[in-house]
């Protein structure tokens, strides 16, 4: 069971289950199938338990267990008994009745989507040609587990001793019996696994019809976004980037007073194991969060692989656009060291099996976002750089907004074009790219969201192209004069940031028009371009948050610096201010609460996507205190994403 679930194999076939020993109250002798069949998400498809073994004991246990249990009516009404493997009714009768495998397949499949972590056992009573005898089967066995019991067989030495004498006393009836219903259970098994083949390509055929080509929310209750918000539609966000197994090294002294993490030698630690990656963070916050998320990824053909795609699919999470790749390289992975606070120290990472994707993103991944046309594309940056301009530019040809994670500070460069020569060619050449282009608002813009970190904000913004009309003019600026505005800017709390930072933030807008900086205990700091007809312009409790205004606007009730006269044809034209705001942590986390840092920023984004996929006419500054509590729950969490997010936007009021 165990390696069929890590294979992805779903539906398992077999003679018949282990169980509990007849006098198990007493010598707790408990097949270990039972535990097992407890915590793996499989259906075993048997002819109900070896008979010898105590069959209402042990359905019992699997009752407790947490396993459904049902037997295949097989057009039977009223009771239906449960089987005992080599006879076809036991006399007990069966918890639940599935009547075909059709219905089978339903259940395995419903069991998917809900996320259960339990397996099913679907008996297939033995076919009545081959039943034996329930009557002589009884005295048979009543006698051979005497005999055992006489002899001194217990554990493991049991049941093959009980098989020899009941082998012997059927005069091999029981072994002829065992083989017709082994085929059968074989036979039932490979046709509930096509009937659940049927529905899975049914569900994905459902959800790329369900998806239009305009920004659409989740038909459910949301009592904290606008009713109009609401379509009919579901929301459609795609993520790519990384898929991977995470360690999470946590530094741990032997004593107070042991100081930090020690280089050259080994480091007292507890050490955890999860499934990780950039994407994947992001994918599961977003799909906890209420979304209808997409993850397109690569994974090498081992465990490792194996293991991540049937664990997404326990979460009930669409695994379609993940792709084995047969490169010689392993499934992604990745290794935090943080210190005794749970703070990042250092991280290593293996992630080279998305750097030789860029056939699989031309063969398969853009022809599906073609088909798909997502209200969102988040992109991390662990995609070598030709396949991230090509992510983006397939995204903006489709109408989709771009939200980039740039993950590292080495990393967060390849959103960028190399050269000028490069990005006039995207510009001329581009599929659709007038299109393209017209969304933007700057011809330099290669995405509409970020959420770098300081140093990667830092980075990023040293790869800015100059020119153009709003980097010239930020250029022009006495620095005494936009950093007092900056200072005064929410009375004074952004000028408790690094003035680097707000300088970089300013000058990367001209290349992505809203960044969300992570500043750890400080908060997110949100720089903003404000188009003309932002509600958040004319509104006075926002008035401290405007760095900028448009010289033709009307409101003149802040100290906000005025853009210069422009042409139409220019970027500034269509500007209606610049906004730039602080938003302080959502609650001091003391150190010894902090479980893990992993995962946090990922969170953040993946709810804050969530949160504008569902109301796309919703300002990001109404959603980041939502995110930045998914973040919170994540930080307290030991998973990389935590399972509270579950409902969270849908509980926001």
Known sequence: MLLAHLAGIRIFATGGLGGVHRGGE?????????????????????????????????????????????????????????????????????????????????????????????????ANPIANEHSLSKTMMDSIIAAATAKAQQAGKLGSDNTPYVLEQIREATGNKSMHANRFLVEA????????????????????????????????STATDTDHIPDEAVQENSVSVLVAGSLAIDFSCNYSPLAASAGTIATKTSNPAVITQSLGGVGQNIATAAHYAGANVWLCSAVAEDVAGSTAIASLQQRGMNTHGVRLISSGLSTAQ?????????????????????????????????????????????????????????????????????AFEPVSVQKSTRIFFKTWHDHMQSLLHGKDSTASINSRWSANQVADLTTPNEMELLAMSEHVLAIDAWT????????????????????????????????????????????????????VLLTEVLHQSDARLHESDEAEHILFRNCRSTFKRDRAIMLPESKPDSSLFNIGGIYMRLFPAAEAVPADHVVSVNGVGDTFLGVLVAAMARSPKRPVSHVINIAQRAALLTLKSAESVSPKVRGLLDDEK
């Open 26 to 122: 007493n010598s707790l002798d408990i097949s270990a199938d039972l535990t097992e069949l407890g915590r793996t998400p499989v259906a075993v498809i048997s002819s109900g338990f070896k008979s010898f073994l105590d069959i209402p004991r042990t359905l019992q246990y699997l009752e407790t267990q947490g396993v459904g249990v049902a037997t295949f009516a097989d057009g039977r009404s009223g009771h239906v008994g449960f089987p005992a493997f080599w006879t076809r009714d036991s006399g007990i009768g069966s918890p639940k009745t599935v009547e075909d495998e059709k219905e089978a397949a339903a259940v395995v499949y419903a069991q998917t989507k809900l996320g259960l972590t339990s397996g099913l056992l679907l």
């Open 185 to 216: 259970n074989v036979l039932r098994g490979t046709k509930v696994a096509v009937e659940l083949s049927a529905l899975e390509d049914c569900g994905r055929t459902a959800t790329r019809r369900s998806i239009g080509t305009k920004l659409f």
């Open 334 to 402: 990745y290794v935090a060291i943080n210190d005794e606070h749970r703070n990042l120290f250092l991280a290593m990472a293996d992630i080279r099996i998305l750097e030789e994707t860029l056939d699989t993103f031309e063969q398969e991944w853009k022809p599906m976002m073609e088909e798909m046309k997502p209200a969102w594309l988040v992109i991390d940056a662990n995609w070598n750089k030709d396949t991230v301009r090509k992510w983006v530019d397939s995204a903006m040809s489709c109408g989709a907004r771009v």
């Open 472 to 523: 010239s003019f930020l250029a022009s600026l006495k620095n005494s004069l936009l950093m007092e505005r900056i200072h005064s800017l929410s009375c004074g709390s952004v000028s408790e940031i690094d003035d680097r930072i707000s300088i970089a933030a300013l000058k990367l807008l001209s290349s992505i028009p809203c960044i969300l900086t992570k500043l750890g205990p400080k908060g």
